[in-house]
């Protein structure tokens, strides 16, 4: 079992930024891929960002790139989303996953879950 926990959000206004943290614990050498992804109400769960644990490989989606990148620091067993010019449509609750398998796209349909924490952008 992987446990993920993740902080960093809060309410920042439009062009602001945030850093997000997930802290992962438990069996943290079989993760391959970890992946942040972001619902906002009534709307399906969307893929931001993945990165490859042992390689360092990222990917950022299209809505996000060019604002968002995703890091690790393996020695802490934490991943970061660091989120730049925030806009209001970037309000959601941001999840973080972990995946035993390298993961190519961005389904929600990864292994592992944290709980969330909440990013609200005014404008």
């Known amino acids: 079992q992987v446990q993920l926990v993740e902080s960093g959000g809060g309410s920042v206004q439009a062009g602001g930024s945030l850093r997000l943290s997930c802290a992962a614990s438990g069996y943290t050498h079989s993760v391959r891929t970890m992946g942040w992804f972001r619902q906002a109400p009534g709307q399906a769960r969307e893929g931001v960002a993945r990165i490859y644990t042992g390689s360092g490989t990222t990917f950022v989606a299209d809505s996000v790139k060019g604002r968002f990148s995703v890091s690790q620091d393996n020695a802490k067993n934490t991943l970061y989303l660091q989120m730049n010019i925030l806009k209001p449509e970037d309000t959601a609750m941001y999840y973080c996953?972990?995946?035993?398998?390298?993961?190519?796209?961005?389904?929600?349909?990864?292994?592992?879950w944290g709980q969330g924490t909440q990013v609200t952008v005014s404008s």
């Open positions: 996953a972990a995946d035993t398998k390298l993961r190519w796209t961005l389904s929600a349909d990864f292994d592992y």
